[in-house]
């Protein structure tokens, strides 16, 4: 899907930075992004859930899906429309369960994907 609409991918760590603002190879300009996602980390619980949004919507990224596995039950939000600095749409499911992810997106997200394997 990516390549049918011209996309670039990046897996893995990358910095966010407002346009204007310093950039170096690992970071990326927010203007330039479609969707962004933030996975919560164990003591950044209130930063990952409450400010990131807001630093994404600030920076008009269309779309952002928190997953979310140190709440009980996992789960996993896509946050969509920014307007003045904040998400106007949020939609949460279990993870595991399905989640659609809005345009410029636009697919089915089967959030199994982020349940973790047995080793």
Not at 46 to 62: C, L, T, Y
Not at 66 to 88: K, M, R, W
Request: proline share 9%; net charge negative.
């Amino acid at each position: 899907m990516a390549d049918e609409r011209g996309w670039d991918l990046w897996a893995g760590t990358v910095d966010t930075c407002l346009p204007g603002s310093r950039q170096s190879a690992r970071e990326l300009f927010t203007d330039g992004l479609v969707m962004v996602g933030e996975v919560v980390s164990p003591g950044c619980e209130r930063e990952d859930r409450e400010k990131k949004p807001v630093i994404f919507a600030g920076g008009r990224v269309p779309i952002m899906i928190l997953i979310d596995p140190q709440c009980d039950p996992a789960q996993v939000t896509v946050f969509s429309e920014p307007e003045n600095g904040h998400y106007t749409k949020n939609t949460q499911v279990d993870m595991g369960k399905p989640l659609h992810v809005p345009e410029p997106v636009d697919f089915e997200l089967d959030t199994a994907i982020f349940l973790e394997r047995p080793r």
